[in-house]
């Protein structure tokens, strides 16, 4: 969906972002957790996810993920995308955020938040963007400013990084640079 066709007041929210923020289980990932025989944690990330963030930084927004759970998977995926505000064993996220716009000096209306479940909710609230996925929960789908299409963990992130890029006037020359043009 280009930025002609969003809604204006949805477009305008999204024009003002400068930090997005992801949930990790449920957005980043489908939400399943799955162990190896040895105990070890196994997550998958969809690629299309990992370009968008990787996408949203070279384009001057900042991303930060904050996560209840504490994942040694996770630290690595981040890495390896260069997002380093990453926050785990965050049971109060709404605290984390608070913090993060502390330090990054930010309003939360230049924020964006992607949630799929009940403790997103406060997050969600304080936003100038709070996404849902398309399979969060109904609480979530119901406070959220815009739905993704797709399910978390199967390209719901990249959906609200290309929105973003999209509403801020930045996929015409990004198309271009990757076209070689």
């Given at each position: 969906?280009?930025?002609?066709?969003?809604?204006?007041?949805?477009?305008?929210?999204?024009?003002?972002?400068?930090?997005?923020?992801?949930?990790?289980?449920?957005?980043l990932?489908?939400g399943?957790?799955?162990?190896a025989?040895?105990?070890?944690?196994?997550?998958?990330?969809?690629?299309?996810?990992?370009?968008?963030?990787?996408?949203?930084r070279?384009?001057?927004?900042?991303?930060?993920?904050?996560?209840?759970?504490?994942?040694?998977?996770?630290?690595?995926?981040?890495?390896?995308?260069?997002?380093?505000?990453?926050?785990q064993?965050q049971?109060?996220?709404?605290?984390?955020?608070?913090?993060?716009?502390?330090?990054?000096?930010?309003?939360?209306?230049?924020?964006?938040?992607?949630?799929?479940?009940?403790?997103?909710?406060?997050?969600?609230?304080?936003?100038?963007?709070?996404?849902?996925?398309?399979?969060a929960?109904?609480a979530?789908?119901?406070?959220?400013?815009?739905?993704?299409?797709?399910?978390g963990?199967?390209?719901?992130?990249r959906?609200?990084c290309?929105?973003?890029?999209d509403?801020?006037?930045?996929?015409?020359?990004?198309?271009?640079?990757?076209?070689?043009?």
């Open positions: 969906m280009s930025s002609s066709q969003l809604p204006d007041d949805l477009r305008k929210r999204a024009a003002r972002i400068k930090l997005a923020i992801f949930d990790v289980d449920g957005v990932t489908d399943r957790l799955l162990y025989e040895d105990g070890h944690e196994i997550k998958a990330f969809h690629v299309h996810d990992g370009l968008g963030l990787k996408r949203l070279a384009n001057g927004i900042e991303v930060a993920v904050i996560t209840a759970r504490i994942s040694h998977v996770v630290a690595q995926r981040m890495a390896e995308l260069g997002i380093a505000h990453l926050y064993g049971e109060d996220k709404l605290s984390c955020f608070r913090k993060l716009l502390h330090a990054l000096q930010l309003d939360a209306d230049q924020c964006a938040y992607t949630g799929d479940d009940l403790p997103d909710l406060a997050v969600m609230n304080a936003v100038g963007l709070s996404v849902a996925v398309a399979n929960h109904p979530v789908r119901e406070c959220a400013h815009w739905r993704t299409r797709l399910a963990g199967s390209g719901a992130a959906e609200v290309d929105l973003l890029l509403a801020q006037g930045r996929t015409d020359a990004e198309l271009a640079r990757y076209q070689g043009a």
